[in-house]
């Protein structure tokens, strides 16, 4: 496969969605209000997402799955949930005292992946801007602050009219993903068959997303937005 074969395939196989979804999600810095560890939802996990606890509280997977997981009410195929405890049916793995995950950087992939990217069957919306999200709630300030700002216009520009620019950001955003995914021999495969890679300046890859973000979505009614945590 070469790089046009790949980008053929991303067109047809991948979501156009996804992509200011992860752009959002680069963009989106969590603020530890703990707000997702709490209520009502629950978080799916697979075999991998179990090993990977099972591997930051060095436990074996089988005492992790039996400890912090249960069965899936939804009986998604290969997929058990979080156990939600105590009276406010807060995550298992959420230290109250901290605020914050105690496996956070083990955390399950569909945790990595939140607020920002949603299952499009599953939401109506492209975006959720949750209103008790700290999270959230900076990142609608980082757009309403950032979109008419000369070296974001600077920056929507140059991607508007630079359309192989454009292509390789839309590869860096799937790269990422597959990333934060734990994709890591996917990911060494689609950098070696497009010649594309994450750039080193973070700053100026969040810079790009945000162009991008703007580009493909619109910011009508974030004024509206409230933040209510």
Not at 44 to 61: F, G, H, M, T
Not at 106 to 113: D, G, K, L
Not at 153 to 163: G, H, M, N, P, Y
Not at 192 to 200: A, C, E, M, W
Request: with cysteine; aromatic share 8%; glycine share 4%.
């Amino acid at each position: 496969m070469d790089k046009e074969s790949f980008m053929q395939w991303l067109s047809s196989e991948i979501p156009e969605t996804l992509f200011p979804q992860i752009a959002a999600q680069i963009i989106f810095r969590c603020e530890n209000c703990g707000e997702c560890c709490r209520g009502e939802g629950y978080a799916l996990v697979d075999s991998a997402d179990i090993k990977e606890i099972a591997r930051a509280l060095q436990i074996s997977p089988s005492l992790a799955r039996a400890r912090f997981t249960e069965p899936d009410p939804g009986k998604n195929p290969g997929y058990r949930i979080l156990k939600s405890i105590g009276l406010d049916r807060n995550c298992c793995l959420l230290d109250e005292q901290a605020r914050r995950c105690k496996v956070y950087s083990h955390r399950p992939r569909v945790c990595r992946t939140f607020p920002m990217i949603n299952d499009p069957a599953k939401s109506e919306e492209i975006i959720s801007f949750y209103s008790d999200c700290r999270g959230t709630a900076k990142f609608v300030q980082i757009l309403q602050e950032k979109k008419n700002d000369p070296l974001v216009k600077e920056k929507i520009e140059s991607l508007t009219t630079d359309a192989e620019r454009l292509q390789d950001l839309r590869i860096m955003l799937f790269i990422w993903l597959r990333s934060m995914m734990g994709e890591i021999e996917e990911v060494e495969q689609i950098c070696s068959i497009t010649g594309v890679s994450l750039p080193q300046d973070e700053s100026r890859f969040q810079m790009d997303c945000l162009a991008y973000f703007l580009i493909t979505m619109t910011t009508d009614g974030l004024d509206e937005y409230e933040y209510e945590g």
